[in-house]
Structure formats: C-alpha cells, structure tokens
T-cell receptor, first 117, second 111 residues
Framework: DAGVIQSPRHEVTEMGQEVTLRCKPISGHNSLFWYRQTMMRGLELLIYFNNNVPIDDSGMPEDRFSAKMPNASFSTLKIQPSEPRDSAVYFC???????????????FGPGTRLTVL | GENVEQHPSTLSVQEGDSAVIKCTYSDSASNYFPWYKQELGKGPQLIIDIRSNVGEKKDQRIAVTLNKTAKHFSLHITETQPEDSAVYFCAASEGNNRLAFGKGNQVVVIP
C-alpha cells in the first residue's frame, strides 16, 4: 500500500517565483494536513482539510500561501511570490477521521525541501 | 490550544543502554499521544501511540507510558542500537483530528 506521496522532493527557486507543492494522500483517508518544518520553529501546522474542505488555515503565514484540495486524492500548496524565509521542508500528512472525538493517526509523506534564493 | 514540551532536547546513550524521553502536555482533554521517529531526509514515521484509556503500551524494544494525572507521557527504548539514532517527536491530540507536536529530541546512540 502506497504511503503519502509528495512532489517534488526538492525545489530550488528564485525569490518572487511561484512554487507549487503537491500531495497525494493515502487512499481512503479523508483528512489532509500541510506542515512546515524549520530548525527554529519545529513542525508547524499550516492548514488541514476534512473531506476536501479546509477546516483551519490559521497557520498559513501570509496571503502568499494558498492550498487547495480539489478531490480526495490530491492537494496543492502554493506560494506566490516566494521569499527566502519560506525555505523549509514542507510535509503533507493524511489520516482517517471518523467524526468521533478520537483523533486518528497521521501518516506523513517524505516532504519537499524548498530553497528560495 | 494544546502545548506540548519535550525533555531533554538532546540525549546521548551508549549502545545497549536504555533511552527515555519525556513529554508534558497542557490540555487535560487530550486523549491520543503518538510518538514519531524522523531520520535525516525523511518524514516523521509513527513508531508507537497510546490512548488515554491505557497507561502503558509496548512494542518490542519500545514502550510508551502515560500519566494522565500529571499530564505527561514517556517513550522508552531498551537495548538501544545505532539505527535508533534519530529525532523523536511526541504529539498530543487537540480535538477535531489535530495534533500538537513537541519540538523534538535528538537521540544519539554511541556504538
């Protein structure tokens, strides 16, 4: 069974360029999470979706960041325009949320290492 | 929201010894506590988790203990091996399927 798939694995771009990160969650999962990891701030939740609907985007740092989930098997995180301080590793994770009070396990993808010059 | 803290930030152990990492959390409503292992260049991988209706869970050389009264939980690794060297993250549920993560512990196993 394939895990969470992310692409690209590495992205190097210049300041001002648009960057699009992609994620395919585990089949059957209905929750999807985008995280950013840096040495200074650790793992930060940017946004998450339940059943393709954005539930909480309070972690999105600025309007330059946007995320979409057009269907249950695909999500994108876009940064436009990119800045050097956006350099980080971006992770996508998915889980199955049954609507109960119990939280379910999140499975992480391999991440996209973004470098903005 | 939930606040999760991990101690110590770095832990060095001799191969074969045990390693213990402790996490504290703030929200008494949290009911799910996973531990993740992250190796260099990879995403966090779940290694063990525990729910609030049990106090301890074991899986071969790793175990997790939970003290709900004191609001802390710990990861125990016995008979450490070089491949156990990694960053370990604890997390606590925040409700609505969210997790709050600690800052991570670097574990170094010295051969």
């Amino acid at each position: 069974d394939a895990g969470v798939i992310q692409s690209p694995r590495h992205e190097v771009t210049e300041m001002g360029q648009e960057v699009t990160l992609r994620c395919k969650p585990i089949s059957g999962h209905n929750s999807l999470f985008w995280y950013r990891q840096t040495m200074m701030r650790g793992l930060e939740l940017l946004i998450y979706f339940n059943n393709n609907v954005p539930i909480d985007d309070s972690g999105m740092p600025e309007d330059r960041f946007s995320a979409k989930m057009p269907n249950a098997s695909f999500s994108t995180l876009k940064i436009q325009p990119s800045e050097p301080r956006d350099s980080a590793v971006y992770f996508c994770a998915s889980s199955f949320f049954g609507g109960r009070t119990l939280t379910d396990t999140q499975y992480f993808g391999p991440g996209t290492r973004l470098t903005v010059l | 929201g939930e606040n999760v803290e991990q101690h110590p930030s770095t832990l060095s152990v001799q191969e074969g010894d045990s390693a213990v990492i402790k996490c504290t959390y703030s929200d008494s409503a949290s009911n799910y506590f996973p531990w993740y292992k992250q190796e260099l260049g990879k995403g966090p991988q779940l290694i063990i988790d525990i729910r609030s209706n049990v106090g301890e869970k074991k899986d071969q050389r790793i175990a997790v203990t939970l003290n709900k009264t004191a609001k802390h939980f710990s990861l125990h690794i016995t008979e450490t091996q070089p491949e156990d060297s990694a960053v370990y993250f604890c997390a606590a549920s925040e409700g609505n399927n969210r997790l709050a993560f600690g800052k991570g512990n670097q574990v170094v196993v010295i051969p």
